[in-house]
């Protein structure tokens, strides 16, 4: 959500952010909104002034033993206006709130500039993919042979875009997840937290998921929200709060199941894990001061990039350019991980700096010492990983020519002994 009085201070500026990401300027649908409410705001206060002056006007005419008469048809004219005007308070505050929630964040000045993802700029790349001494198989087909993939049972209980994991491949799952959160625990800090995965609008809403994103996301009869990604629950953790400063930053870190109805994905990534409608993620969610927020941003990237690292799995770090940046984000690193059955670099997290976009719907703030004060807080959101999508690099990255699989050494402590998958 934006400051509505940076708009008014500085709307080239914020049309120019607009711009930036490829949308029309806004600011003077905004700005006239904004008119119409602060003038409706200044006749009702002109009229509680008059009212009060009746007030006291009624009282001494009345004591003076004088006719009150006008002044009662006045005020209850004044009255009835008050009612009118308060009414029309509320519907510009509902509409001038109602076009700045579906507004996304401006891209920061360190953003690289760009259309699409075409645009995006390459920051690193680490590792070099492997050579195969025969054709790589995607990682259903691995799967699948190893009778441990099952998307048709998948299939038969719950339709596409879902999968059945058995044996040593959902052990191995369980494996991945285990091992991030033991890494983001132990060597960064984080704190391990189990959130529930469903969720009042409030919610989402406050990390800007709704309302603009609604159809992206499952909602059950009761009115709760399936959660699309637990950074919906790390964040709201602080949600209407006013922190100290001594508290921050604050991080978090959670393994859960994420729901996607993949709304728009038509034709997209049919086979396989890549895109489903249920998948596992472990995320990381930093709650910073201000001047905090870009140093937390590189660090929560390392953080991510470390699992990579650590598997051994080839990946390259991505830049995204204005065109291409989420809609709560000022600015967005994604990795990318090597698959060679595709042949080509996915996206296997993304890792967010939001400023105080979120806390201002959120409403969490922070009290500074300086001044004593509060302030809205800055945000932080990234993937730590895809577990689904980790599971999918492994499969195509340690395959072997007989269809085997082997495990990464940092997940054997994981695996039970199993140092192959057959």
Not at 144 to 161: I, T
Not at 227 to 252: H, K, Q, Y
Not at 339 to 349: D, T, V
């Amino acid at each position: 959500m934006h400051d509505i009085r940076f708009i008014r201070n500085t709307p080239e500026q914020f049309d120019a952010g607009l711009l930036r990401r490829g949308l029309d300027a806004q600011s003077g649908e905004i700005l006239e909104l904004d008119i119409k409410l602060r003038q409706i705001q200044t006749d009702l206060q002109d009229l509680q002034t008059r009212r009060n002056a009746i007030a006291k006007e009624f009282g001494g005419i009345k004591k003076a033993g004088g006719d009150t008469a006008a002044l009662t048809i006045e005020n209850d004219h004044i009255k009835e206006k008050m009612t009118i005007l308060e009414a029309e308070i509320i519907a510009f505050e509902n509409e001038l709130h109602s076009v700045l929630s579906y507004i996304p964040n401006l891209p920061a000045a360190d953003c690289p500039d760009g259309k699409d993802e075409s645009e995006n700029v390459e920051v690193r790349r680490h590792g070099t993919p492997r050579e195969f001494d025969f054709t790589p198989k995607q990682h259903f087909e691995i799967g699948e042979n190893l009778k441990m993939m099952d998307f048709e049972r998948a299939a038969k209980m719950s339709g596409s875009r879902f999968v059945v994991l058995t044996g040593q491949l959902a052990r191995l799952e369980r494996a991945i997840a285990q091992f991030m959160l033991d890494t983001h625990t132990s060597m960064f800090g984080y704190t391990e937290t189990y959130v529930p995965l469903l969720v009042h609008d409030a919610a989402p809403y406050g990390v800007a998921h709704l309302p603009k994103f609604a159809e992206d996301m499952f909602k059950t009869t009761t009115g709760h929200w399936l959660t699309s990604t637990s950074e919906v629950t790390l964040t709201n953790l602080v949600a209407g709060e006013i922190l100290t400063e001594a508290e921050l930053p604050l991080r978090f870190t959670s393994y859960s199941q994420c729901f996607r109805s993949e709304a728009g994905s038509a034709g997209k990534d049919t086979r396989g894990m890549i895109r489903q409608h249920q998948f596992s993620k472990v995320e990381l969610v930093s709650i910073t001061l201000p001047e905090q927020s870009v140093a937390e941003h590189e660090r929560m990237t390392e953080a991510a990039e470390t699992i990579l690292t650590k598997l051994e799995l080839p990946f390259r770090t991505l830049a995204l350019c204005t065109g291409d940046v989420g809609f709560a984000s000022e600015k967005t690193y994604d990795l990318e991980v090597w698959l060679p059955g595709q042949n080509a670099y996915r996206e296997i997290s993304s890792c967010s700096r939001c400023n105080d976009f979120q806390a201002r719907r959120m409403n969490t703030r922070y009290k500074s010492k300086a001044d004593g004060k509060n302030y809205f807080v800055h945000t932080l959101n990234g993937s730590g990983l895809a577990v689904g999508r980790t599971l999918v690099a492994i499969l195509e990255n340690y395959q072997q020519a007989d269809g085997s699989v082997t495990v990464p050494d940092v997940l054997l402590p994981y695996m039970g002994g199993v140092m192959v998958i057959r």
